[in-house]
């Protein structure tokens, strides 16, 4: 029964935390495409975009999602930064892999988009939706296992004890 209510817990965790998923990517995406198509910046909008939607995803993440395992300690807020750091990183990395290697440009974007969104849907954005992915894969993984992770009880006595 105990194993049934927290795969339970678990979901409602995993439903939190892709609303706010949503919540951050709008705001990032928002913040990205007005100064990617404004200025042409593609990496520093994506820095820009990113760290938007990062302080917006501590506030609702570490107010509701994990609400119950927050500490907000100096650990939790650097461990949060530090995931959120690796998860710019393969952000990055995947934009520069999708731009770079693979070749996804604006030419190539316009071949298969519809003419009516081909002004707005650029190569970056469609860099960015599918770095998008690897990102808050991540990031969900970085943030449960590291960051608000459930407080550990106290150590069973008998079991602190070595066996000899």
């Not at 990617?36 to 506030?59: D, E, H």
């Not at 693979?102 to 298969?112: D, F």
């Not at 296992?145 to 069973?156: G, I, N, Y």
Request: proline residues 2%; positive net charge.
């Amino acid at each position: 029964m105990a194993h049934n209510e927290e795969t339970k817990k678990t979901i409602r965790q995993m439903v939190k935390f892709a609303i706010v998923g949503v919540l951050n990517t709008l705001v990032d995406f928002a913040v990205f495409q007005s100064l990617n198509l404004t200025l042409g910046w593609v990496y520093a909008a994506q820095v820009a975009g990113y760290t938007f939607g990062v302080i917006n995803s501590y506030l609702w993440n570490s107010n509701w999602t994990f609400r119950e395992h927050r500490t907000r300690s100096i650990r939790e807020m650097a461990m949060f930064l530090l995931v959120n750091l690796a998860s710019l990183g393969v952000s990055l990395g995947m934009i520069w892999l999708l731009r770079e290697v693979i070749g996804v440009s604006n030419e190539w974007v316009a071949l298969w988009m519809p003419k009516a969104l081909a002004g707005f849907i650029k190569g970056d954005t469609v860099c960015k939706l599918i770095a998008t992915v690897f990102a808050i894969a991540v990031n969900y993984l970085g943030n449960r296992l590291f960051v608000f992770r459930k407080k550990e009880a106290a150590p069973d006595q008998a079991a602190a004890t070595p066996i000899e």
